[in-house]
T-cell receptor, first 112, second 117 residues
């Protein structure tokens, strides 16, 4: 079984500042992937970044980066130079051999 | 490239009525997923198709929910009869290959918001 926990229901950040969203997970899989998805009010889930568990190097995608701590089962998302368009729900998810398991999400507000 | 298409965007029904949702995946994607997202929660997988065969429907309430993917392309999800607790957003996603390949990425549609009164 897999579980994903996001302990921050809401976060806010000033425009152009940096914010970190937290995620912890538990899995019995030896090979798995971790994801951050963004869900704006339009409801469409958009992939932000992906991390392969067997890779030690943290994934980065432009202003988005992760801090992957495999032993601690922690997978946080850092958003640098926050923009108004970053405001959304952010979901952390894990996937093993089969399907995605999502956390409960963190609502990010960007303050102009 | 066109994304995952879903319709309708919104649906309001009374309890005990039936409802159907439609999904058209990204062209060429073999795997299709239906998720239920209750307000304040993350999406939960209901059913997964590989082409037109069911891979995983362990979380689908089969007494009232059904889904099909004829010809391995479009899919419909039906609820009959609906209950109040079925109020949620129903998301469809597709991926190029079967998830077990490891490199797979799921692409989501905009979902259907169902309100059961």
């Amino acid at each position: 079984a897999q579980t994903v926990t996001q302990s921050q229901p809401e976060m806010s950040v000033q425009e152009a500042e940096t914010v970190t969203l937290s995620c912890t997970y538990d899995t019995s899989e030896s090979d798995y992937y971790l994801f951050w998805y963004k869900q704006p009010p339009s409801r469409q889930m958009i992939l932000v970044i992906r991390q392969e568990a067997y890779k030690q190097q943290n994934a980065t995608e432009n202003r988005f980066s992760v801090n992957f701590q495999k032993a601690a089962k922690s997978f946080s998302l850092k958003i640098s130079d926050s923009q108004l368009g970053d405001a959304a729900m952010y979901f952390c998810a894990s996937a093993g051999a089969n399907n995605l398991f999502f956390g409960t999400g963190t609502r990010l507000t960007v303050i102009p | 490239e066109a994304g995952v298409a879903q319709s309708p965007r919104y649906k309001i029904i009374e309890k005990r009525q039936s409802v159907a949702f439609w999904c058209n995946p990204i062209s060429g994607h073999a795997t299709l997923y239906w998720y239920q997202q209750i307000l304040g929660q993350g999406p939960k997988l209901l059913i997964q198709f590989q082409n037109n065969g069911v891979v995983d429907d362990s979380q689908l309430p089969k007494d009232r929910f059904s889904a099909e993917r004829l010809k391995g392309v479009d899919s419909t999800l039906k609820i009959q009869p609906a209950k109040l607790e079925d109020s949620a957003v129903y998301l469809c996603a597709s991926s190029l290959t079967f998830w077990g390949s490891g490199e797979n990425i799921q692409y989501f549609g905009a979902g259907t918001r169902l309100s059961v009164l």
